[in-house]
Each structure stands twice: as structure tokens, then as C-alpha cells.
T-cell receptor, first 115, second 112 residues
Framework: NAGVMQNPRHLVRRRGQEARLRCSPM?????VYWYRQLPEEGLKFMVY????????ESGMPKERFSAEFPKEGPSILRIQQVVRGDSAAYFC?????????????FGDGTRLSIL | SQKIEQNSEALNIQEGKTATLTCNYT??????LQWYRQDPGRGPVFLLL?????KEKRKERLKVTFDTTLKQSLFHITASQPADSATYLC???????????FGKGTKLSVKP
């Protein structure tokens, strides 16, 4: 399966802990996007990365959230000191280039639950 | 600010009928509009992309229209089947960097 792989599929954390979400893009894709989907809400853009670079993080909260896409390995979305409001489904998408006529290929998400 | 609205949260139709879903946008002049399907517990799956100079695009039983004057796209599924039951999302590129702005989606239920 050469699709976008996200893990873990489900993650449970207690308030104050750290959450690390991983995303491996499709083979040959060097552009990664992270989105958050809250219950009863639409998908909201968080951050856009290329290999080793953050291109646009305008949708990501300034505090506690960070993202990286190293030269080797998956993209990581990191949430420090989680709070109840961080409970959501986090989706990663990839594309081969940055043009607005390219569809994005999504993984099946990580469902984060904060106790 | 840019806004996308899918004005039906849910749509129930009978098998064999045509489903029509609506997507309206404001404060935006997109060159492209995309439609995705999302099943429960899964990520969105790309269906169709339509350009601003295309009035209509078809793929099997799917048809999308794009009216830049009305700022509206319509998504049609003809001869609908229970397997078409899912949430359908429209999306526009939000900025110069390619991130997508999504509508909240319309949940389609096709009854046998």
C-alpha cells in the first residue's frame, strides 16, 4: 500500500502529557499538510511542510504545537502539555508539488483523546 | 475572510435517484475547486477537480458544475446507490501555499 500512512490510529493521553503524531507521505511526495477535524466541524488547515522546511504554519496554534518533516523519516506533529480541547482527529495529506490544481492524498488520521 | 458553505448538513434520498449537493463560497476567486468523499473513521478521498474555465466535469456517475458568477459548485451523483452514502466535502485552495479550505460537508444517506 503506497498511500499516506499515519500512526498511531488512536492515541490516548492525559492532560499535561505530550502527543506525537507521525505521517509518512506517499512515495515521491515531498509536500505534507496537517489538518485537524473537531467533532461536528470541518477540516481545518494547520501547517504545510516540505522536506526540512516549514512553509506555512498559519493555522497552527503558536503555543504547544510544533511540526517537522526531516530529511529522513516521517513528518511529526507534536503537541506538548495536551489539554482536553486538543481532542480531535488529525489528518495528514501529501502531494507531489505545490500547485492548486493538485489533489491532496490523505491518510486515515490519528484520533487523539485527552483524558 | 474566505468562507465555504455546504448548505445541507444531511441529505437523504432513495436509491436510484440523483443526489445534488451544493457548495457556496464568499470572499474568494478560486481557480480550482475540489470535491472529496469521507467515510466514517477514514480520511478524505479525492473525487474531482474542476477549473474556473470549465462549466462542468464528469466522472462515471459523478458530475460537478462550477459557476464563478454565482460563486457556487454543484455536485451530482446519478443513479445513486447505498454505497454512495458518505460525507462529501468541497474544498478550495486557501492561499498561495496550496493548503485547502474545506466546507463542513454534507452527509449523504442513500436508502435502498
Amino acid at each position: 500500500n503506497a498511500g499516506v500512512m499515519q500512526n498511531p490510529r488512536h492515541l490516548v493521553r492525559r492532560r499535561g502529557q505530550e502527543a506525537r503524531l507521525r505521517c509518512s507521505p506517499m512515495k515521491g511526495h515531498s509536500h505534507v499538510y496537517w489538518y485537524r477535524q473537531l467533532p461536528e466541524e470541518g477540516l481545518k488547515f494547520m501547517v504545510y511542510l516540505q522536506k526540512e522546511n516549514i512553509i506555512d504554519e498559519s493555522g497552527m496554534p503558536k503555543e504547544r504545537f510544533s511540526a517537522e518533516f526531516p530529511k529522513e523519516g516521517p513528518s511529526i506533529l507534536r503537541i506538548q502539555q495536551v489539554v482536553r480541547g486538543d481532542s480531535a482527529a488529525y489528518f495528514c495529506a501529501s502531494s507531489p508539488s505545490m500547485t492548486d490544481n493538485q489533489p491532496q492524498h490523505f491518510g486515515d488520521g490519528t484520533r487523539l483523546s485527552i483524558l | 475572510s474566505q468562507k465555504i458553505e455546504q448548505n445541507s448538513e444531511a441529505l437523504n434520498i432513495q436509491e436510484g435517484k440523483t443526489a445534488t449537493l451544493t457548495c457556496n463560497y464568499t470572499n474568494y476567486s478560486p481557480a480550482y475547486l475540489q470535491w472529496y468523499r469521507q467515510d466514517p473513521g477514514r480520511g478524505p478521498v479525492f473525487l474531482l477537480l474542476i477549473r474556473e474555465n470549465e462549466k462542468e466535469k464528469r466522472k462515471e456517475r459523478l458530475k460537478v458544475t462550477f459557476d464563478t458568477t454565482l460563486k457556487q459548485s454543484l455536485f451530482h451523483i446519478t443513479a445513486s446507490q447505498p454505497a454512495d452514502s458518505a460525507t462529501y466535502l468541497c474544498a478550495l485552495v486557501g492561499g498561495s501555499q496550496g493548503n485547502l479550505i474545506f466546507g463542513k460537508g454534507t452527509k449523504l444517506s442513500v436508502k435502498p
